[in-house]
């Protein structure tokens, strides 16, 4: 479904990512695990046309959409859950969950793509009438994975989800997560909890310092003695 190759980018003469590639099949959930600055967000910023690459190519369902501009990439299927959320403070819970649907016309349908994101988050549902900015981090972050879903997208990007959350709200959001892909959306996901991220995950690349390091089952990575070293504290 997607196909990343060689992708390069650089801020200034910073570069952030070194010619990587990868690719995410249809189905699958998708980590990307890595230390801080190793350019995870920077791919995904790439990815969903909100950077443009130096050089390199993104595939969407094998079409380039390398320049396309990011509004048209969420009306080819692609949503982007941005990290730290984004969501917008003065306008309702409602409100932000329309503004997910801004590349779609038929009402009815958007209607129906309402009520099943209530039915995934019924907090949403409960404080629809509120304003978002007055929601905790946990609920902005529903909100934020909510106005992703309106889209009715295939293809989800989710950076860092869990960030700054309680325990709590961090099984909570794996748990949907979970949900969004056995519903049948395709899911890749920048995670700093790397455990919680390769529990779900179907396989994983690692991120060192805008390359990719390894790469293989998630299972596998959650077992591998390097990984546990470098990003699971054990």
Do not use: C, W
Request: net charge negative.
């Amino acid at each position: 479904m997607l196909k990343v190759e060689n992708l390069v980018v650089n801020y200034g003469v910073i570069q952030a990512l070194k010619g990587i590639s990868f690719e995410v099949n249809e189905g699958e959930v998708i980590a990307l695990i890595g230390a801080n600055g190793a350019g995870k967000t920077t791919t995904l910023q790439t990815i969903s046309g909100m950077l443009s690459p130096n050089s390199g190519s993104v595939l969407l369902n094998g079409v380039d959409i390398t320049t396309i501009p990011g509004h048209k990439i969420v009306s080819m299927g692609m949503a982007h859950v941005p990290e730290g959320r984004r969501v917008f403070p003065g306008l309702t819970v409602l409100e932000n969950l329309k503004m997910g649907a801004y590349t779609r016309s038929n009402k009815t349908e958007i209607a129906n793509t309402l009520e099943r994101v209530y039915e995934s988050f019924p907090r949403l549902k409960e404080r629809q009438n509120q304003l978002a900015g007055t929601l905790s981090g946990g609920e902005q972050q529903m909100l934020a994975m909510g106005r992703a879903l309106m889209s009715n997208p295939k293809i989800v990007l989710m950076d860092e989800p869990s960030m700054g959350l309680s325990p709590i709200y961090v099984d909570e959001i794996f748990k949907i997560i979970q949900s969004i892909s056995d519903a049948g959306t395709t899911v890749l996901l920048v995670e700093q909890n790397a455990k919680k991220a390769l529990a779900i995950a179907d396989r994983a690349y690692v991120l060192e310092t805008g390359n990719v390091v390894l790469s293989g089952d998630a299972k596998d990575l959650l077992n591998d003695d390097s990984i546990k070293k470098a990003y699971l504290g054990e």
